[in-house]
């Protein structure tokens, strides 16, 4: 849920979402400015019959939009939304469908009240609602997948079941296409002009710590993010230690997170240098001392930062410190 929230509240910047469709939808072509964005009430629903006192009512179940626009192109428009997706869902072109749908309706509903105050309407025009000339605004849905592989169905046609239906029947079924921007395997980030590549990035090399470093160490726009967009991609690699070095890696409303993630390596560093010193303890003096200096060098510590340890731990000379670092340093 956190995640979700964090998502949601990332793409709700009129930039990042005119990026996003520029970059994933239109391949880079700025189509779309922020400026031509509009928002819009995420609820929407579409209408269900149900029975009262043994009559049919119509009624409106609500349904909730991730992020949803409205995009200006001249005297026209169009509504874009975009939908957010962890997991897999297996159902997703019917809950697409089902979105632009509600939306449709609800733009259906917006015209017949303006249509049944005219006067010079036809009675199918009055019954409808909507006249011969009336137009409805296109809707379309993107949705962001951020797990592994989506094995999910791309269209409507996929999730119903021909079995033996005649193919002059089956034809005549409209099928439904869905978008789905697999965010893991979108490595032509270089088209966004946001933190959007930045967040697309991270979440690529999630799960590979040593990409995932070499990224942040040479692109310098990790040094300055925005703190939202380090909430985004903390929560995505799945490394809460990361929120809690967020505050001493802000400077400007901006956050380092090269600093954030050398701090957790340094801490890294130092709990197995101490794990290590007291395991050597344990094994006696001499084991304890020989102990310290091997992980000393598999940490990377200097002689002279080992020897400071030795005479802090164990109680030792300096002078036998740097001996015992001759013996064992290799």
């Not at 009055?126 to 997948?145: E, Q």
């Not at 070095?245 to 101490?274: D, H, Y």
Request: hydrophobic residues 35%; negative net charge; proline residues 3%.
């Amino acid at each position: 849920m956190e995640k979700d929230l964090q998502e949601k509240e990332y793409l709700h910047a009129p930039e990042r979402f005119a990026d996003l469709i520029n970059g994933v939808v239109c391949g880079g072509k700025k189509i779309l400015r922020p400026s031509d964005l509009t928002e819009m009430d995420s609820q929407t629903g579409h209408l269900q019959a149900s029975t009262r006192r043994g009559r049919w009512v119509p009624r409106r179940r609500p349904q909730y939009r991730d992020v949803i626009r409205k995009a200006a192109f001249g005297v026209n428009f169009m509504v874009i939304g975009i939908e957010n997706q962890e997991e897999v869902h297996y159902l997703m072109p019917l809950r697409c469908m089902s979105y632009d749908a509600s939306e449709y309706e609800r733009q259906a509903a917006v015209v017949g009240r303006q249509v049944r105050r005219r006067k010079d309407i036809t009675s199918a025009e009055f019954l409808s609602g909507f006249t011969k000339d009336s137009r409805l605004h296109p809707c379309v849905t993107l949705v962001l997948y951020y797990g592994e592989d989506w094995d999910g169905a791309a269209n409507l046609h996929s999730i119903l079941d021909f079995t033996d239906i005649p193919r002059d029947l089956r034809d005549k079924v409209n099928d439904y296409r869905i978008y789905v921007c697999e965010v893991r395997k979108f490595d032509k980030t270089d088209v966004f002009q946001t933190d959007l590549k930045q967040v697309f990035d991270c979440i690529r090399c999630a799960d590979d710590p040593d990409k995932l470093y070499q990224l942040m160490t040479n692109d310098p726009a990790y040094q300055e993010l925005d703190e939202e967009t380090y909430d985004v991609i903390a929560e995505h690699i799945k490394t809460v230690e990361l929120l809690k070095t967020k505050e001493s890696s802000m400077e400007g409303g901006k956050v380092n997170m090269c600093n954030a993630i050398a701090q957790l390596i340094q801490r890294g560093r130092m709990e197995g240098l101490n794990q290590g010193i007291e395991q050597g303890i344990e094994q006696g003096i001499e084991q304890g001392i020989r102990a310290l200096i091997e992980t000393s060098i598999e940490y990377h510590s200097t002689r002279e930062e080992t020897q400071e340890r030795l005479v802090e731990k164990m109680q030792i000379s300096p002078g036998a410190a740097q001996e015992y670092i001759r013996q064992y340093w290799h």
